[in-house]
């Protein structure tokens, strides 16, 4: 018996809490992302991929450029 790879558990890397929410996005310049938020510690994090993004860079690239 094996987890799907959509329900692996998720972390929290602040309180190794697994009571995460997340929530998949894709940004104005069309990068996808996945929002994780902590219901545990209230910590947020971004993530692209596997890499977890800075928050300055999440809300750089969610800026309109007009
Ligand atoms: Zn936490």
Known sequence: MSLAASTALRRCPAC??????????TLTDGSPVDFVSCRSCEHKIWLQGDR???????LT???KRR
């Open 61 to 63: 690239k969610a800026q």
């Open 52 to 58: 977890t993004l800075p928050l300055g860079s999440v």
């Open 16 to 25: 190794r809490g697994t009571k995460v929410t997340e929530i998949s996005m």
